[in-house]
């Protein structure tokens, strides 16, 4: 599949993924993306789930957006961000699951550990993701089994 790469990201993290994600916009920007960084912005004790949930709702995935979650080992944001519908947040630990997040799992939320990372190679992973594609396919077929588990949490969003 030849979509258009993504330009514009998401940004967000805990205190304790505060210097990672800081790295990361500084580098991401430098490189030329167009970055809405929801917070935090300081080193306060913070609760991830609610950074998750500030990318998650900003998030336009549908027009190619990505979104970037830092917590301390990129577990719980990640756990979070995947209860919003339409939301595929990814752990990424290594090149390769970078990139086979995008070619398998069309993910668009990256997920990261602030405190199991070096920078750089966290850096690398997001390039190797930014610039890797879903490969359609067999994949859209399981992806699209992926959205049809949104379908109870989307009921009962809108019935309450
Ligand atoms: C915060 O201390 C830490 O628990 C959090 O950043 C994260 O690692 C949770 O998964």
Redo the contacts with the bound molecule.
């Keep these: 599949m030849n979509e258009p790469l993504p330009t514009r990201l998401v940004m967000g993290s805990?205190?304790?993924?505060l210097a990672l994600k800081d790295f990361l916009h500084a580098n991401l920007a430098d490189a030329g993306y167009q970055i809405t960084d929801v917070g935090t912005h300081s080193p306060e004790?913070v609760d991830?789930p609610d950074y998750a949930a500030k990318v998650a709702t900003s998030l336009h995935p549908e027009s190619g957006e990505v979104g970037i979650l830092v917590?301390?080992?990129?577990?719980?944001?990640c756990i979070a961000a995947n209860k919003f519908p339409g939301i595929r947040a990814a752990l990424i630990y290594s090149e390769e699951t970078a990139r086979l997040a995008r070619q398998h799992n069309d993910a668009n939320v990256i997920c990261l550990?602030?405190?199991v990372v070096p920078p750089n190679e966290a850096l690398q992973w997001v390039r190797i993701f930014l610039k890797s594609q879903f490969e359609g396919g067999r994949h859209q077929r399981r992806v699209d089994k992926i959205s049809a588990l949104d379908t109870p949490a989307r009921a009962a969003t809108s019935s309450s």
Excluded: F, L, N, W
Aim: charge should be neutral; glycine fraction near 38%; proline fraction near 0%.
């Design positions: 805990d205190h304790a993924g004790s991830y917590c301390g080992t990129g577990i719980g944001v550990g602030g405190r």
